[in-house]
Every structure is written in C-alpha cells, then in structure tokens.
C-alpha cells in the first residue's frame, strides 16, 4: 500500500540529547514537508523539502535540522538546541503540481 | 504573512443535526486554496474538503460543505447529519501555492464532539 511511514510512534528521549525522527513515503511525492503540533497552536510548519538535496526553512525551524539525500525520506532531526522539543510531529508529502498533502500518523516526542 | 483564524476552540452537536465551524483568514494574494482538515483520535490528518479561491461555486463533499465568503476572507464549514464518527479535531488551512511550494498555514483548530 502506498503511504507515509513515521516512525517510531512514540519516543521519549533525555534533556540535552539529539533524536532523529523518521519520514519515508512510496508515493514518489516530490514535496515533504514537517509540522509540530502542540495543544492550542495548531500545526506550524519546521521545514520542506521540494526536491531531493534541497530544503527550505519554515516558520520554526530553529533547533531543528533536516536532510533530504533520497526522495523517498526526509528525517528531522531535533537537537539540543531546541528548547521545548516535547511535541507531536507530522509528517506530509505531496505531488509536484498538486495541492493534496497526505499526512504520516506522527510521532509523539516526549523529553524527560 | 498568512494567518488563519479559528474563534471557536471547542463545539458540540447532538447526532444528526447540523453544525458550523468558523475561520478566517488574511491574505494579499489572489491565487490560493483553502482546506479543512479532520484530525480525530488516532490523529490521522485526513482532507474533508477544498475550495479554490478562483471558483465562486462552494465546494460540498457528502455532508460537508463550505461557506466560502472571498471579499469577507471567511471559509466556514458546514456539517449536516452529524455522525458519532464526526468527533475530530477541524483545522482550516490555507495555501498559496508558489512555483513548487505548497506549504499549509493552518488555523488552531476547534474540537468538534458530536453527542449521542
């Protein structure tokens, strides 16, 4: 079936440490895209992606990084840097020339 | 900037009538689209319903249906027959797609719960 995978569902993770969130779609979508979700705030945009080794920034990317080395994978890194990283990630694809985004399940990050 | 406003966190509904969610917008741009978007439990982002600023005939979808007033900058959403399943989160969302840019700028959301 074709789809975006997240992975893992949920993560918890200690202060200070680096974590990689993971992106991978079969629906060979050009466009991958990052949002964090909180309570209250909606879904804000960290960073997308239109082409393979290229990105851009979104509206909160600080404390994030992100590389695009495949089309199929697009895997967010949230560093130490990041000062409130506890949040629900998702992940969206879409296909060039196309306004539909679909949607991963997410990942709930949680920092102790 | 985009923004998109939802004033309504919270609403609910009585099974099998009819509800409205409210949103807003600001834009400059002449060309873009608007969506709502369900998120319910399982938090699956899924796509109710989309409406091209360009059309002036409202999008409908099933029971869904839109409100979509451009000189007003208002895209409400209407659900008819409401169902158990309906119980979601709604976000509106708007996008100006530029070359092959099509980010989303979502509203905050409003938690629908629809009551047996």
């Known amino acids: 079936d074709g789809g975006i995978t997240q992975s893992p569902k949920y993560l918890f993770r200690k202060e200070g440490q680096n974590v990689t969130l993971s992106c991978e779609q079969n629906?060979?979508?050009?466009?991958m895209y990052w949002y964090r979700q909180d309570p209250g705030q909606g879904l804000r945009l960290i960073y997308y992606?239109?082409?393979?080794?290229?990105?851009q920034k979104g509206d909160i990317a600080e404390g994030y990084s992100v590389s695009r080395e495949k089309k199929e994978s697009f895997p967010l890194t949230v560093t130490s840097a990041q000062k409130n990283p506890t949040a629900f990630y998702l992940c969206?694809?879409?296909?060039?020339?196309?306004?539909?985004?679909?949607f991963g399940q997410g990942t709930r990050l949680t920092v102790v | 900037a985009q923004t998109v406003t939802q004033s309504q966190p919270e609403m609910s509904v009585q099974e099998a009538e009819t509800v409205t969610l409210s949103c807003t917008y600001d834009t400059s741009e002449s060309n873009y689209y608007l969506f709502w978007y369900k998120q319910p439990p399982s938090r699956q982002m899924i796509l109710v319903i989309r409406?091209?600023?360009?059309?002036?005939q409202n999008a409908t979808e099933n029971r869904f249906s839109v409100n979509f007033q451009k000189a007003a900058k208002s895209f409400s959403l209407k659900i008819s027959d409401s169902q158990l399943g309906d119980t979601a989160m709604y976000f509106c969302?708007?996008?100006?797609?530029?070359?092959?840019?099509?980010?989303?700028?979502f509203g905050k959301g409003t938690l629908l719960t629809v009551n047996p």
């Open positions: 409406q091209e600023a360009y059309k002036q």
């Open positions: 969206a694809s879409s296909p060039v020339g196309r306004t539909e985004a679909f």
């Open positions: 969302a708007f996008m100006n797609p530029q070359g092959s840019n099509y980010k989303l700028t």
């Open positions: 992606s239109q082409i393979v080794n290229d990105f």
């Open positions: 629906l060979n979508h050009d466009a």
